[in-house]
Nanobody, 125 residues
Framework: QVQLVESGGGLVQAGGSLRLSCAAS????????MAWFRQAPGMSREFVGS????????YYADSVKGRFTISRDNAKNTVYLQMNSLKPEDTAVYYC??????????????????WGKGTLVTVSS
């Protein structure tokens, strides 16, 4: 079993930055690919980005490419989402997820095996 806890959300003005963290605990957590998703009010959950277990491969949704960066520190069992040039449309609850399956990075929420409870990011205009 893997437990995921997100932190770092908050209120920021448009154009600002935030860094989210996802602390993982549990067996083999550092060997899983990790992903970030977000869900805005009244919307379905959407993929933001993912990172391989080694951290040598990343993939991003077009909506955040060039603005968001995912990284991980396996020694600390922590994954990060650095968000720059934030826009009001980035407002959402952000979730991290773990994918136990080895192979290509996956982007569908139903492929994820573990989820955190989320952290709210609000971007004001």
């Amino acid at each position: 079993q893997v437990q995921l806890v997100e932190s770092g959300g908050g209120l920021v003005q448009a154009g600002g930055s935030l860094r989210l963290s996802c602390a993982a605990s549990g067996r083999a957590a550092s060997s899983y690919a990790m992903a970030w998703f977000r869900q805005a009010p009244g919307m379905s959950r959407e993929f933001v980005g993912s990172i391989s277990w080694r951290g040598d491969s990343t993939y991003y949704a077009d909506s955040v490419k060039g603005r968001f960066t995912i990284s991980r520190d396996n020694a600390k069992n922590t994954v990060y989402l650095q968000m720059n040039s934030l826009k009001p449309e980035d407002t959402a609850v952000y979730y991290c997820a773990a994918d136990r399956t080895y192979g290509a990075l996956r982007i569908n929420s139903y492929d994820m095996d573990y989820w955190g409870k989320g952290t709210l990011v609000t971007v004001s205009s």
